[in-house]
């Protein structure tokens, strides 16, 4: 991990403690992407997908993108969501998707102890790492070695990803910048976590790139749920001197993903999945004949069902339902006149 000194980032977005590292970009993607740019190929940049795994599949369909094209993630790709394993298995194994870091990433990778073991790090845990965890030991079919194994692995790379991208007319960022601050003097603290010193600034921080970013949903920037925000400062060229992409996977309002092309600024929607819906299932069964709580109202929970009981109640729902989509095969069959051999139970052979 970056080695740095540990400060308070209460001042922008949470209270915490955690070592906080210089800015890291990486220049052979920077020339890789300018280059396909150049090139005439689209590169797509998407806000915080937050393990909606099956929902950034559907988006990326939507994109019907070819081999040369890229899509840049814009951090906090994890965490709250109900598939974060199966999400970053797809990140690193989909050589058209490239990331940066975000905050959640930055609070992740804490877990790698500098002993090279994997130990969880409760503040992650307490802010989203309960799905991710839970994820990754349902990815295990319950075995915690593995999925610890697993996890360990994956949390090294999301510790070497850059955590800004800067090409000839783009920055691509995660929180956004201070613009308090000259822009090469940045680093986690600005880049992974800012928040209002950053969209409340009426300016451009860099009057030559249109900066896109996640972190703050777009329901803060002043924009309808659901739609991307613009600011409403331009640069010379006419292009916005910021463009945010969370959109909000899970808002309880026009929940969804959006990508946007950086060289035309053309968006492509795609609302949550019914299977990714968890915030819905969740919180309706505690609302039920009441008044609808708040967001953020005592009780209410912020992650997937996978973050119950460390995704072993999850494990337990999913052989269920194996059971039961068995057994109404099996009565299925038996009605259309299918006999099954003595000792068989419910379509499965039982020792005789």
Same mark, same amino acid.
């Given at each position: 991990?970056?080695?740095?000194?540990t400060?308070?980032?209460?001042?922008?977005?949470?209270?915490?403690?955690?070592p *906080?590292?210089?800015?890291?970009?990486?220049?052979?993607?920077? =020339?890789?992407?300018?280059?396909?740019?150049?090139?005439?190929h689209r590169? &797509?940049?998407?806000?915080?997908?937050?393990?909606?795994?099956?929902?950034?599949?559907?988006?990326?369909?939507?994109?019907?993108?070819k081999?040369?094209?890229?899509?840049?993630?814009?951090?906090?790709?994890?965490? +709250?969501g109900p598939?974060?394993?199966?999400?970053?298995?797809?990140?690193?194994?989909?050589? +058209?998707?490239?990331?940066i870091k975000?905050?959640?990433?930055?609070?992740?990778?804490?877990?790698v102890q500098?002993?090279?073991? &994997?130990?969880?790090?409760?503040?992650?845990m307490? +802010?989203?790492?309960?799905?991710?965890?839970?994820?990754?030991?349902?990815?295990?079919?319950?075995?915690?070695?593995?999925?610890?194994?697993?996890?360990l692995?994956?949390?090294?790379?999301?510790?070497?990803?850059?955590?800004?991208?800067?090409?000839?007319?783009? +920055?691509?960022?995660?929180?956004?910048?201070?613009?308090?601050?000259?822009?090469?003097?940045?680093?986690?603290?600005?880049?992974?976590?800012?928040? /209002?010193e950053?969209?409340?600034?009426?300016?451009?921080?860099?009057?030559a790139?249109? !900066?896109?970013?996640?972190?703050?949903?777009?329901?803060?920037?002043?924009?309808?749920?659901?739609?991307?925000?613009?600011?409403?400062?331009?640069?010379a060229?006419?292009?916005?001197?910021?463009?945010?992409?969370?959109?909000?996977?899970?808002?309880?309002?026009?929940?969804?993903?959006?990508?946007v092309?950086?060289?035309?600024?053309?968006?492509?929607?795609?609302?949550? *999945?019914?299977?990714?819906?968890?915030?819905?299932?969740?919180? =309706?069964?505690?609302?039920?004949? /009441?008044?609808?709580?708040?967001?953020?109202?005592?009780?209410?929970?912020?992650?997937?069902?996978?973050?119950?009981? &460390?995704? *072993? /109640?999850?494990?337990?729902?999913?052989a269920?339902?194996?059971?039961?989509?068995?057994l109404?095969?099996?009565?299925?069959?038996?009605?259309a006149?299918?006999?099954?051999?003595?000792?068989?139970?419910?379509? !499965?052979m039982?020792a005789g």
């Open positions: 991990m970056f080695e740095g000194h400060s308070s980032v209460n001042s922008l977005s949470c209270k915490l403690n955690l *906080l590292g210089p800015s890291l970009r990486d220049p052979a993607l920077e =020339a890789d992407l300018q280059a396909r740019l150049d090139d005439g590169v &797509f940049v998407v806000g915080d997908v937050h393990g909606h795994l099956a929902t950034f599949r559907a988006l990326l369909h939507r994109l019907n993108l081999p040369d094209d890229r899509v840049v993630c814009l951090g906090d790709m994890i965490d +709250r598939n974060s394993a199966g999400l970053v298995h797809l990140l690193r194994t989909d050589p +058209r998707i490239v990331c975000g905050n959640h990433e930055h609070m992740a990778v804490q877990c500098s002993d090279g073991s &994997f130990e969880a790090w409760q503040p992650w307490k +802010r989203g790492g309960k799905s991710t965890y839970g994820s990754y030991i349902v990815q295990a079919e319950g075995d915690l070695h593995l999925a610890k194994q697993s996890m692995d994956d949390f090294m790379w999301l510790d070497t990803l850059p955590t800004q991208l800067v090409l000839d007319h783009i +920055r691509l960022v995660h929180a956004g910048y201070d613009p308090r601050m000259p822009l090469d003097m940045q680093g986690e603290k600005e880049l992974l976590w800012i928040r /209002k950053w969209f409340q600034y009426e300016g451009a921080v860099d009057p790139r249109t !900066v896109f970013f996640g972190h703050t949903t777009t329901t803060k920037l002043g924009d309808a749920a659901g739609e991307i925000a613009r600011s409403s400062v331009l640069l060229d006419g292009r916005p001197a910021w463009v945010g992409l969370d959109v909000g996977a899970y808002n309880h309002v026009s929940p969804g993903l959006a990508a092309n950086i060289s035309t600024f053309a968006t492509v929607k795609q609302p949550t *999945l019914r299977c990714d819906r968890w915030f819905d299932r969740i919180n =309706a069964s505690k609302t039920k004949g /009441k008044k609808k709580r708040a967001w953020k109202g005592k009780g209410n929970q912020r992650e997937a069902e996978v973050a119950q009981s &460390f995704g *072993l /109640k999850a494990l337990m729902q999913r269920s339902s194996a059971s039961t989509s068995t109404r095969a099996h009565r299925a069959l038996e009605e006149g299918v006999v099954f051999p003595p000792g068989m139970h419910d379509g !499965v039982t």
